[in-house]
Nanobody
Framework: QLQASGGGLVQTGGSLRLSCAAPGRTFNSAALAWFRQAPGKARELVASITWIGDYTLYADSVKGRFTITKHNAENMVTVDLQMNSLQPEDTAVYYC????????????WGQGTLVTVSS
């Protein structure tokens, strides 16, 4: 099960780092990602990274401000999302997710972590 952490309250222009721990059973994943869902809005992809870390993808709204990275450890993988220059519109519940090989959509989800950016 994916375990997300690192959310909180920050002022506009501030930074936060989210972290997601992915246990061994996600090792058959093709990609890992962070999504977010703001109140009254649909869940959206924020950033993704391939399992081998050779390709990243960002939503236009976060390009140049957010960075997704992947770190390997024994029987565990962590996927971090460094968020800089945060804006009130970044306020949302953030979810980490994994997409298994052969799947077209993300099929493994962690619990959400709330990020609130005050103006």
């Amino acid at each position: 099960q994916l375990q997300a952490s690192g959310g909180g309250l920050v002022q506009t222009g501030g930074s936060l780092r989210l972290s997601c721990a992915a246990p061994g059973r996600t090792f058959n994943s093709a990609a890992l990602a962070w999504f977010r869902q703001a109140p009254g809005k649909a869940r959206e992809l924020v950033a993704s990274i391939t399992w081998i870390g050779d390709y990243t993808l960002y939503a236009d709204s976060v390009k140049g401000r957010f960075t997704i990275t992947k770190h390997n450890a024994e029987n565990m993988v962590t996927v971090d999302l460094q968020m800089n220059s945060l804006q009130p519109e970044d306020t949302a519940v953030y979810y980490c997710s994994a997409r298994s090989y052969g799947r077209k959509t993300y099929n493994q989800w962690g619990q959400g972590t709330l990020v609130t950016v005050s103006s």
